[in-house]
């Protein structure tokens, strides 16, 4: 079982920037077992369900995103440090939600984008974007 925690969150204005990070550990956790996992990026905005923002793949040489997202946010992880990123760029009012990072072990890091595909998940980190 793998342990994830977010942070980088924060409050910014659109057209700014963030970048969050997700740190990955476990009991006996390595590189070797960070590289088995594909990891993912989802959001909750209030009063709405969780979506999917992108994916990566394990070796983090494929990364698949929602249409939302697609040109301003980048997925890039490393695997040595046990972290994966998501850096978002033109931040908009709409993106202001709680993103959550989630680690699969599906096999393919473009078919995983619901929640079902992605067995452990972090806590959350607030994002907020203000006009």
């Known amino acids: 079982q793998v342990q994830l925690v977010e942070s980088g969150g924060g409050l910014v204005q659109a057209g700014g920037s963030l970048r969050l990070s997700c740190a990955a550990s476990?009991?006996?956790?390595?590189?070797?077992?960070?590289?088995?996992?594909?990891m993912g990026w989802f959001r909750q905005a209030p009063g709405k369900e969780r979506e999917f923002v992108g994916a990566i793949s394990r070796s983090g040489g494929g990364t698949y995103y929602a249409d939302s997202v697609k040109g301003r946010f980048t997925i890039s992880r490393d695997n040595t440090k046990n972290t994966m990123y998501l850096q978002m760029n033109s931040l908009k009012p709409e993106d202001t939600a709680v993103y959550y990072c989630a680690a699969s072990l599906k096999a393919y890091y473009d078919r995983a984008n619901t929640e079902s595909d992605f067995g452990s998940w972090g806590q959350g980190t607030q994002v907020t974007v203000s006009p």
């Open positions: 476990g009991r006996t956790f390595s590189s070797y077992v960070m590289g088995s996992y594909v």
